[in-house]
């Protein structure tokens, strides 16, 4: 089963460009596979919570 996404195009944009500021602030450029974890939460695909809990369960173990 697939989650559709649960925020606006107009939230979606505003999700993204946070990760970009971020991003150029930080002068990093995100590789394909961080760029297909923001899309889950900029695409509201997860909430926040369960975001932050995904990627310490991915990530969390290096």
């Known amino acids: 089963m697939e989650r559709e996404n649960s925020v606006d195009a107009d939230e979606s944009k505003r ?11 930080e ?3 995100p590789n394909e ?8 939460y900029i ?4 909430h926040v919570e369960e ?3 995904y990627l310490l369960f991915k ?4």
């Open 33 to 40: 596979t961080q760029m297909a974890d923001y899309e889950l």
């Open 51 to 53: 975001y932050q809990q």
């Open 59 to 62: 990530y969390g173990a290096q």
């Open 27 to 29: 002068g990093t450029v």
């Open 15 to 25: 999700r993204r460009a946070t990760v970009e500021a971020h991003h150029r602030s």
């Open 43 to 46: 695409l509201g695909k997860m």
